[in-house]
Every structure is written in structure tokens, then in C-alpha cells.
């Protein structure tokens, strides 16, 4: 079974808690609200960053699997214990006395907590080729790809001069690396850059990146704009992170500026500076896999679970 997918309507429902976000962040918290007994609504457009690759890996018991198959199994979870989930993309939200998301279909939804877990979007750099074969032989992260690809002819595109310690780091899982400057110059490198590069067993090779060679449907190559072709088999990229913070933004909640996008200010459990706002996975930071994803989403279902019970039971004792 897969979790029922709820009519879209144009009455305002009201819930203790919406999730926004359907990826392992949003359905964590989800799974831990609706064990709570709380009533809860996730909202997923049905986009999660992984969809490119076709397995996941590094988490514990579920190293393998198939993102979408992750995803199907959280679905089936939530719903054995009340939770809705509706697909549909949250297009704006107010807050008064709580929360009100209205949906693209037409529907608001209102509730007293609100999690964003929308994720990020990767941008990978305008090279021919690319995007084509991005989560196949185009990587980026070695721990989620490297054992997989492990002893072949590492490519790496740098996009800027940090793209150095991504060369660094691939060489642990291959000693066949070429670091492409591509658009930086030679002397954005620093010395220590270099005597590592060299220590690593890194070449290093200037000029722009033109595009790939493919043959029978497997990359063979990296080709640079005079022509030249360096035989490789894997090429690791740097993919520029936008984060989706819209909704967080909309709600006034404080952003930081990092190296990887701008984020927002939260606490250890994931609460922004605007009260009974929550972020969780990618939409609160850059380097959140799916097992780190999951370990936020759930350390902020219990957080929200005790907040609105302290809530109530001071407003019990009021009167």
C-alpha cells in the first residue's frame, strides 16, 4: 500500500502540524507526530534532490536502496498512523494565531506548528552533458558514490578554487584523478593547493571544459575547448546549492549567509527565530544527507510533540 493521497478541496482544514517537504526530513517528522497521536498533514510536491540516483547509500540498513523505493516504504509508515499526505506544492503561508499554506490546487490548510523540510535544488555548472548523466557517471558526493566507481578514472570539473579539496577528497577512492580548472585560472591555486594536489597524485589540467565523450551510453571522456579529450569514466561536480527557502523567508524568519546558499538561523531541534516554525533536512543546511535528513526530521517531530504539549497543559491550568 502507499499512503492515500487526499482530495484536493477548497475548504480550510485544520491540523496540529503540516510538513511541507516529502523527503526523508519531512517524513521523519511526520512518522514521529503521527506515533504522538498528533494530526498531522505533509504536503509533497514530489521533487526530492536524490531522484537522479539510482541508489542511496551510507544509511545504516537501508545502504542500496532505491530513493524512490525509501520513499514509497516512509509513505506506507506515516500512514499506518493517521498521518494525510497530499501532492500538491505550497504556493504561500501567513501566520496569525498559527499557520494557514495555501496549496496550488486551490486548498489552504491551517495548523498550529509548520515544517519546512523543502530541500534544495543542485545547479550544475552550463558544460554540455552535464545534467544528462548527473547521478550516473557525473557525481558529486564520494560518499554516496565514491565505493561504487571506486579504481576508475576520476574526472573532477572544478567550478572554483575550492574544488580542490574535492579532487583531494575522490583521490581517497581513486588514484587516477585529473582536476579540469576549467573557468579558474591557474593562479587562484594556492602553494599549499598544490603541494597537496601533488601529494594526492591529482593532475592537474587549465582550460575550459567543452563538454563530455559518450559512447554506448557510458562517459569515455572530458573534452576541453581546443579539442583535446582526456579519457576518463567519472567526472564529480561541484553543483551550486539553492536552497528552497521561500516559505521561511515569507514568515520572516532570520537567514544566515554561508558558502552554500543562505539558510536559516535555527536551534539544536530545528526551530527557526519565528515561533512554531521548524526546518528540517536540506531547507536548514548544505551537507544533510538522506541518514543526517532523517535524524532532523525526528528531532524535530518530538520537539514539536512536547512544545504543543507544554502548551496545552499550561492553557489547562489557566483556567
Given at each position: 500500500m502507499?499512503?492515500?493521497?487526499?482530495?484536493?478541496?477548497?475548504k480550510t482544514?485544520d491540523f496540529?502540524?503540516i510538513?511541507?517537504g516529502?523527503?526523508?526530513?519531512?517524513l521523519?517528522?511526520a512518522?514521529?507526530?503521527?506515533r504522538?497521536r498528533?494530526?498531522t498533514?505533509?504536503v509533497?510536491a514530489?521533487?526530492?534532490?536524490?531522484?537522479p540516483a539510482?541508489?542511496m547509500?551510507?544509511?545504516?540498513?537501508r545502504d542500496?536502496?532505491?530513493?524512490?523505493?525509501?520513499?514509497a516504504?516512509g509513505r506506507?509508515e506515516?500512514?499506518r498512523?493517521?498521518?494525510e499526505l497530499?501532492?500538491d506544492r505550497?504556493?504561500?503561508?501567513?501566520?496569525?494565531?498559527g499557520?494557514?499554506v495555501r496549496?496550488?490546487?486551490g486548498?489552504t490548510v491551517?495548523?498550529?506548528?509548520?515544517?519546512?523540510?523543502?530541500?534544495l535544488?543542485?545547479?550544475?555548472p552550463p558544460?554540455?552533458?552535464l545534467?544528462?548523466?548527473?547521478?550516473?557517471d557525473?557525481?558529486?558526493c564520494?560518499y554516496?558514490?565514491?565505493w561504487?566507481?571506486?579504481d576508475?578514472?576520476?574526472?573532477?570539473?572544478?567550478s572554483?578554487?575550492?574544488s580542490?579539496?574535492q579532487?583531494l577528497?575522490?583521490?581517497?577512492?581513486s588514484?587516477?584523478?585529473t582536476?579540469?580548472?576549467?573557468t579558474?585560472a591557474?593562479?587562484e591555486?594556492?602553494?599549499e593547493?598544490?603541494?597537496?594536489?601533488?601529494?594526492a597524485?591529482?593532475r592537474?589540467v587549465?582550460g575550459?571544459?567543452?563538454?563530455l565523450t559518450?559512447?554506448?551510453?557510458?562517459?569515455?571522456?572530458?573534452?576541453?575547448?581546443?579539442?583535446r579529450?582526456?579519457?576518463r569514466?567519472v567526472?564529480?561536480?561541484a553543483?551550486?546549492?539553492?536552497?528552497?527557502?521561500?516559505?521561511?523567508a515569507?514568515?520572516?524568519?532570520?537567514?544566515?549567509?554561508?558558502p552554500?546558499g543562505?539558510?536559516?538561523?535555527?536551534d539544536?531541534?530545528?526551530?527557526?527565530t519565528?515561533?512554531?516554525?521548524?526546518?528540517?533536512?536540506n531547507?536548514?543546511g548544505?551537507?544533510?544527507q538522506?541518514?543526517?535528513?532523517?535524524?532532523?526530521g525526528?528531532?524535530a517531530?518530538a520537539a514539536i510533540?512536547g512544545e504543543?504539549l507544554m502548551?496545552?497543559l499550561?492553557?489547562?491550568?489557566?483556567?
Amino acid at each position: 500500500m502507499v499512503a492515500e493521497v487526499v482530495t484536493v478541496t477548497e475548504k480550510t482544514e485544520d491540523f496540529e502540524v503540516i510538513v511541507v517537504g516529502g523527503g526523508a526530513a519531512g517524513l521523519s517528522a511526520a512518522l514521529v507526530l503521527g506515533r504522538a497521536r498528533r494530526r498531522t498533514l505533509v504536503v509533497d510536491a514530489g521533487e526530492p534532490r536524490n531522484a537522479p540516483a539510482a541508489h542511496m547509500q551510507g544509511y545504516l540498513s537501508r545502504d542500496g536502496m532505491s530513493p524512490a523505493e525509501f520513499l514509497a516504504v516512509g509513505r506506507e509508515e506515516i500512514e499506518r498512523y493517521g498521518v494525510e499526505l497530499v501532492r500538491d506544492r505550497a504556493v504561500d503561508v501567513t501566520r496569525d494565531e498559527g499557520f494557514a499554506v495555501r496549496l496550488a490546487g486551490g486548498r489552504t490548510v491551517r495548523a498550529r506548528q509548520l515544517v519546512v523540510a523543502t530541500g534544495l535544488k543542485d545547479e550544475l555548472p552550463p558544460v554540455p552533458g552535464l545534467a544528462e548523466r548527473f547521478g550516473r557517471d557525473v557525481l558529486h558526493c564520494p560518499y554516496c558514490h565514491g565505493w561504487e566507481v571506486r579504481d576508475q578514472a576520476f574526472g573532477v570539473l572544478a567550478s572554483t578554487a575550492t574544488s580542490v579539496h574535492q579532487a583531494l577528497m575522490v583521490s581517497q577512492w581513486s588514484k587516477d584523478v585529473t582536476l579540469f580548472l576549467h573557468t579558474v585560472a591557474e593562479a587562484e591555486l594556492t602553494g599549499e593547493d598544490l603541494r597537496r594536489l601533488a601529494a594526492a597524485g591529482v593532475r592537474v589540467v587549465p582550460g575550459e571544459v567543452a563538454g563530455l565523450t559518450v559512447e554506448d551510453d557510458r562517459l569515455t571522456g572530458v573534452r576541453l575547448r581546443g579539442g583535446r579529450v582526456y579519457e576518463r569514466e567519472v567526472v564529480f561536480v561541484a553543483p551550486r546549492a539553492v536552497p528552497r527557502t521561500d516559505l521561511l523567508a515569507r514568515l520572516g524568519a532570520e537567514m544566515s549567509e554561508t558558502p552554500f546558499g543562505t539558510y536559516p538561523v535555527v536551534d539544536g531541534r530545528g526551530l527557526t527565530t519565528v515561533p512554531g516554525l521548524w526546518a528540517a533536512g536540506n531547507a536548514s543546511g548544505f551537507a544533510e544527507q538522506v541518514v543526517n535528513a532523517a535524524s532532523r526530521g525526528y528531532r524535530a517531530g518530538a520537539a514539536i510533540n512536547g512544545e504543543l504539549l507544554m502548551a496545552d497543559l499550561d492553557a489547562t491550568a489557566v483556567r
